[in-house]
């Protein structure tokens, strides 16, 4: 079983660790103490409470079969004259968007927006990811 520290968990899931120790305060993720007294947060218990986020009907739309959406904020916008390049930074992600310029025009987007990248493919590429450096060295039972 996968155990995470709160700062693990925070890395993970692009928000702060009081965001996390907020969470778990208020009873919305479950957290334990390791034997050095510290709060794990179990993998299988951070998976249900992100899969929870992700079925909100508010962050995102019936009308589409997409469901990967990253939420975040414009940083770039590099327009020509007939495509635009798009960068968001969606926590710890960056994405990338060539569109074309009428569409980032009537989209409004500008540095400083909020936007939301959706993004389908028929190839996603899955790698399993080594232990962060908080993670190394320590036993996870």
């Known amino acids: 079983m996968t155990a995470f520290r709160i700062s693990e968990a925070a890395e993970l899931l692009g928000v702060s660790t009081d965001t996390v120790r907020r969470w778990v305060d208020a009873g919305r993720l479950t957290a334990q103490r390791d034997e050095h007294g510290h709060r794990t947060i179990d993998g299988v218990d951070?998976?249900?409470?992100?899969?929870?986020?992700?079925?909100?009907?508010?962050?995102?739309?019936?009308?589409?079969?997409?469901?990967?959406?990253?939420?975040?904020?414009?940083?770039a916008v590099a327009r020509d004259?007939?495509?635009a390049q798009v960068d968001i930074q969606a926590g710890p992600f960056r994405v990338v968007s060539?569109?074309?310029?009428?569409?980032?025009?009537?989209?409004?987007?500008?540095?400083g927006s909020v936007a939301v990248a959706v993004i389908k493919s028929t190839t996603v590429v899955v790698e399993r990811a080594t232990p962060g450096p908080a993670h190394r060295g320590r036993a996870v039972p």
């Open 46 to 75: 951070l998976a249900g409470f992100v899969r929870a986020q992700a079925a909100d009907p508010d962050r995102r739309s019936e009308e589409s079969s997409a469901r990967n959406r990253l939420r975040g904020i414009v940083t």
């Open 81 to 83: 004259t007939v495509m």
């Open 98 to 111: 060539l569109m074309s310029r009428e569409a980032a025009d009537e989209l409004d987007l500008q540095v």
